[in-house]
């Protein structure tokens, strides 16, 4: 059978081994009688390995062996069972969830069990999560300890017990159900052109010492597909992305970050198109050096102020139980401290007001406490974050702050979204539409570039926003979530696919003004896909196994206890890299 281009792998268990030669050896629990379970994407085809098979070797072409993230180690290696080796990967990357994902090139001699360009994500099968034999060469260990880029969280499963009741002000609204179509499916990526080499030399590209394998100038590394070129390289890659080299390959972000959802032949953002410097931790891009840090202020809507958990039962009112999350666990206050820590900042007591939401208005019970202040406000739009009624920007920004080295974290659009898709059940037209997402569009970046304008900052200032997540998981069911009735999510629009593609574009936006205005954004959509109300749906694209966690709470718009722990850590590794 043919090879594809690149074969995802994502093991939900397992111990993994590194031999002296970076060779990765994944020791699976497998017999006839029990072998191992295995599901396919994006089809969500579930298998099994053949019963009596006992080792498989598998060889990629020109994979750099990059090894991202942290494992936790065990003394021993099963006995028996299955052997995966995987020869010339270009990387194993640990997850937050613990799951490890790994991307090969090209490999050759597949055997007939496996589909090609689908993504194959090995189950749990009752053992415990993946980790490293302690036995692993250093080698192998080294890289892993220089890239620490993140600590996965040390629990992510939310509550048991959700506490009752619910608030609905300040939703995010209607956030449209086509948002699911706009996720991960970066359009296929032309093959690369040969041209000369650029240092000049006869010797292989960037094997030549004349060569600047490791400058970010444009020049560098004519984007040979040799094997020679700098994919073989220990120095970074020529444009200073962590997320792997792409002068090589026709790898997409898709296929690099999120290889267990994407799908190059579903309609989708294509991020690619503007160049983003990727964040090795792949939560996010990398275009800011962050330090300094003298002040932080947190902008946008309801998901940024927290919508919190209330200890009376309304039910009978007609709210859900059990949405809402405790305040100590908003992602704003995880950060606090995370943040005051970091850079030596004041931060608010405990139990300072700042940390706790007035229910009345939608926003912080004090708007500043030390060197933190709050002006995102439940139900808030992009309009809101320059213009008037809020002007959150300069009613949190004031000039007498200015001076100060300043971090600006923000979530926002998904109530400007509840607005479009308003307007398309209505029955506007496309044109419409657009003018509607364009709109949204420029609120937004003229709210980045007036934070960014020369001067306004003179020590410093730095931005990071997230995209818009949805919360069915690519599935369009919105009564997956008991409270969707009550979120306004009923009627569908009549046109979806017009809708999808005026969402796509802004999707496309939010990339372009992080690249335009070097600011970085956080992939909310496609990290929580998976993590929504059809988690535990194998036949939902994004389906990633079972006892995937769930991170929105019942008011199926917001993140609930572990959702806030996922976005504090996607913020933190872009603040870190």
């Given at each position: 059978?043919?090879?594809?281009?690149?074969?995802?792998?994502?093991?939900?268990?397992?111990?993994?081994?590194?031999?002296?030669?970076?060779?990765?050896?994944?020791?699976?629990?497998?017999?006839?009688?029990?072998?191992?379970?295995?599901?396919?994407?994006?089809?969500?085809?579930?298998?099994?390995?053949?019963?009596?098979?006992?080792?498989?070797?598998?060889?990629?072409?020109?994979?750099?062996?990059?090894?991202?993230?942290?494992?936790?180690?065990?003394?021993?290696?099963?006995?028996?069972?299955?052997?995966?080796?995987?020869?010339?990967?270009?990387?194993?990357?640990?997850?937050?969830?613990?799951?490890?994902?790994?991307?090969?090139?090209?490999?050759?001699?597949?055997?007939?069990?496996?589909?090609?360009?689908?993504?194959?994500?090995?189950?749990?099968?009752?053992?415990?999560?993946?980790?490293?034999?302690?036995?692993?060469?250093?080698?192998?260990?080294?890289?892993?300890?220089?890239?620490?880029?993140?600590?996965?969280?040390?629990?992510?499963?939310?509550?048991?017990?959700?506490?009752?009741?619910?608030?609905?002000?300040?939703?995010?609204?209607?956030?449209?159900?086509?948002?699911?179509?706009?996720?991960?499916?970066?359009?296929?990526?032309?093959?690369?052109?040969?041209?000369?080499?650029?240092?000049?030399?006869?010797?292989?590209?960037?094997?030549?010492?004349?060569?600047?394998?490791?400058?970010?100038?444009?020049?560098?590394?004519?984007?040979?597909?040799?094997?020679?070129?700098?994919?073989?390289?220990?120095?970074?890659?020529?444009?200073?992305?962590?997320?792997?080299?792409?002068?090589?390959?026709?790898?997409?972000?898709?296929?690099?970050?999120?290889?267990?959802?994407?799908?190059?032949?579903?309609?989708?953002?294509?991020?690619?198109?503007?160049?983003?410097?990727?964040?090795?931790?792949?939560?996010?891009?990398?275009?800011?050096?962050?330090?300094?840090?003298?002040?932080?202020?947190?902008?946008?809507?309801?998901v940024t102020v927290g919508v919190p958990n209330f200890t009376i039962d309304l039910s009978s009112w007609g709210f859900p139980a059990g949405a809402g999350t405790p305040e100590t666990a908003f992602y704003r206050n995880l950060l606090v401290d995370q943040l005051a820590s970091q850079f030596f900042l004041n931060a608010p007591g405990q139990f300072a007001l700042f940390r706790y939401v007035d229910l009345i208005n939608g926003v912080a019970l004090a708007q500043t406490d030390g060197d933190f202040s709050s002006c995102a406000k439940w139900g808030a739009r992009n309009d809101d974050i320059l213009m008037p009624p809020q002007q959150q920007l300069e009613v949190c920004l004031p000039e007498a702050e200015r001076s100060k080295n300043t971090l600006v974290i923000m979530t926002s659009g998904g109530n400007d979204l509840a607005s479009l898709t308003e307007s398309a059940i209505a029955g506007a037209d496309q044109s419409a539409l657009q003018a509607e997402a364009d709109d949204l569009v420029a609120n937004l970046e003229?709210?980045?570039?007036?934070?960014?304008?020369?001067?306004?900052?003179?020590?410093?200032?730095?931005?990071?926003?997230?995209?818009?997540?949805?919360?069915?998981?690519?599935?369009?069911?919105?009564?997956?979530?008991?409270?969707?009735?009550?979120?306004?999510?009923?009627?569908?629009?009549?046109?979806?696919?017009?809708?999808?593609?005026?969402?796509?574009?802004?999707?496309?936006?939010?990339?372009?003004?992080?690249?335009?205005?070097?600011?970085?954004?956080?992939?909310?959509?496609?990290?929580?896909?998976?993590?929504?109300?059809?988690?535990?749906?194998?036949?939902?694209?994004?389906?990633?196994?079972?006892?995937?966690?769930?991170?929105?709470?019942?008011?199926?718009?917001?993140?609930?206890?572990?959702?806030?722990?996922?976005?504090?850590?996607?913020?933190?590794?872009?603040?870190?890299?």
């Amino acid at each position: 059978m043919d090879s594809p281009a690149s074969l995802p792998l994502v093991f939900e268990s397992g111990v993994f081994v590194f031999d002296e030669d970076g060779a990765l050896h994944v020791h699976l629990a497998h017999s006839a009688d029990d072998p191992h379970p295995m599901v396919t994407h994006p089809e969500g085809r579930d298998s099994h390995l053949p019963g009596d098979l006992g080792a498989l070797e598998l060889t990629g072409q020109g994979g750099k062996g990059e090894v991202r993230g942290h494992f936790p180690q065990v003394p021993a290696l099963p006995e028996g069972g299955f052997v995966l080796t995987i020869r010339n990967y270009d990387f194993v990357q640990v997850e937050g969830s613990g799951d490890v994902s790994v991307l090969v090139r090209d490999p050759a001699e597949l055997p007939t069990w496996f589909d090609a360009g689908k993504v194959h994500r090995f189950a749990r099968d009752g053992s415990a999560s993946p980790a490293l034999w302690e036995g692993s060469r250093d080698p192998a260990r080294e890289q892993i300890d220089a890239k620490k880029a993140w600590t996965p969280p040390s629990d992510s499963t939310p509550p048991t017990s959700p506490s009752p009741g619910t608030p609905t002000t300040g939703c995010l609204g209607m956030i449209l159900l086509v948002l699911l179509m706009a996720f991960a499916g970066c359009p296929s990526t032309p093959d690369p052109v040969i041209v000369a080499d650029d240092d000049d030399t006869t010797a292989n590209d960037d094997d030549a010492t004349a060569d600047d394998d490791d400058s970010t100038e444009p020049a560098d590394d004519d984007d040979s597909t040799e094997p020679a070129d700098d994919d073989d390289s220990a120095g970074d890659d020529d444009d200073d992305s962590a997320a792997g080299d792409d002068d090589d390959s026709s790898l997409t972000i898709g296929d690099i970050c999120f290889p267990a959802i994407n799908d190059p032949n579903v309609p989708g953002p294509d991020y690619d198109q503007y160049s983003p410097t990727v964040g090795s931790h792949c939560f996010g891009t990398n275009h800011q050096n962050i330090t300094g840090v003298e002040r932080v202020v947190f902008i946008g809507d309801s998901v940024t102020v927290g919508v919190p958990n209330f200890t009376i039962d309304l039910s009978s009112w007609g709210f859900p139980a059990g949405a809402g999350t405790p305040e100590t666990a908003f992602y704003r206050n995880l950060l606090v401290d995370q943040l005051a820590s970091q850079f030596f900042l004041n931060a608010p007591g405990q139990f300072a007001l700042f940390r706790y939401v007035d229910l009345i208005n939608g926003v912080a019970l004090a708007q500043t406490d030390g060197d933190f202040s709050s002006c995102a406000k439940w139900g808030a739009r992009n309009d809101d974050i320059l213009m008037p009624p809020q002007q959150q920007l300069e009613v949190c920004l004031p000039e007498a702050e200015r001076s100060k080295n300043t971090l600006v974290i923000m979530t926002s659009g998904g109530n400007d979204l509840a607005s479009l898709t308003e307007s398309a059940i209505a029955g506007a037209d496309q044109s419409a539409l657009q003018a509607e997402a364009d709109d949204l569009v420029a609120n937004l970046e003229a709210a980045v570039q007036w934070i960014k304008a020369p001067g306004r900052f003179p020590n410093g200032v730095h931005v990071i926003y997230g995209n818009m997540y949805e919360f069915t998981d690519g599935t369009g069911d919105t009564a997956s979530c008991p409270a969707a009735a009550l979120a306004g999510f009923g009627t569908p629009p009549p046109d979806p696919d017009m809708l999808a593609e005026v969402v796509i574009g802004i999707q496309e936006e939010y990339m372009r003004i992080a690249v335009a205005n070097g600011v970085d954004m956080i992939w909310m959509l496609e990290h929580f896909c998976g993590h929504g109300w059809k988690n535990d749906d194998p036949t939902a694209r994004c389906y990633l196994g079972p006892n995937t966690p769930r991170w929105f709470d019942l008011s199926c718009t917001h993140p609930n206890e572990a959702g806030h722990a996922q976005l504090a850590t996607m913020f933190m590794s872009v603040v870190n890299e």
